[in-house]
């Protein structure tokens, strides 16, 4: 290490990622099956500009009082917690994330977190345009928007809201903006959208785009019926009909999305096929919803309240305990789709996917 650096504040950062490197991943974040969680999605709000039908309960949702959702100071606090321990990658979900007054300070005081490598955003575009330039430079490092049609009716009847030119504005001014992939998420259903996944793959010819395609997946509320469920098979021949050079991109471990290329494309495509090829084994994400309960599956019901208990003066060290128990109990896979859907959860608009 002393033939790297010629003074004490030029070798701090080498030796720090060196211990990083040779010391054990936090136990606390460390199941029963050896599966490291270093990848926290935080909700930041219940509330949406949008009303999507696999998200959100046709009567709506009853919105949790304002003064039991976790404020900045506490969210910020967990936040903290959890890097120190080695989470490296927060994810700021919603609701709508972006329509929460206080987002920038959010995004700006994660930054300056010691071992936070990535900061990343799950929006659906509507206010994205707007607060671009304040995202990038508050710290945003990805950005994943939420579009499930290319065609502005059918986007209506999807969302039960207009916006589709919005969110395509937002979409191209991510991309002049240099993000690069600029990640779009489809939910894929029967009878609604399966006739675009061809549309969707030809944006990404010229355009430095990963559209990734995600099986429907039940949740209460959002009435999942199996047989609107496009499974990634069907998927993936339909587009190899049109495509049979489409080729495998390789990916990391812990990547949720199987990733492919049509090859001469500027961009990528990939599949999200939590219900017919869950990927359970290599799960290492754990989720803070808005009102700050910990839930270490999406699927799961089962979920603790840090938010009680930062309320009720828990120290650092207890908070660690309560986490580490949580992550403990954690399952080894999903229960599967079928009973899934039998299942309590909460609408996906409550949890930040």
Known sequence: LSSCATGTDDLQPLLTNFLKDVLPFSAFLTDSFERRHNYLRISLTEKCNLRCQYCMPQEGVTLTPRSHLLTAEELLMLARLFVREGVNKIRLTGGEPLIRPDVLHIIAELRKLEGLKTIAVTTNGMNLTRLLPSLKKAGVDLLNISLDTLVPAKFELITRRKGFHKVMEGIEKAIEMGYNPVKVNCVVMRGLNEDEVIDFVSLTERKPLDVRFIEYMPFDGNRWNFKMMVSYQEMLDCLKQKWPNLEPVPGEETDTAKGFRVPGFRGQLGFITSMSEHFCGSCNRLRITADGNLKVC?????????????????????LLHIIGAAVGRKKKQHAGMFNISQMKNRPMILIGG
């Open 298 to 318: 999406l699927f799961g019901n089962s979920e603790v309240s840090l938010r009680d208990f930062l309320r009720s003066g828990a120290t650092e060290e207890e």
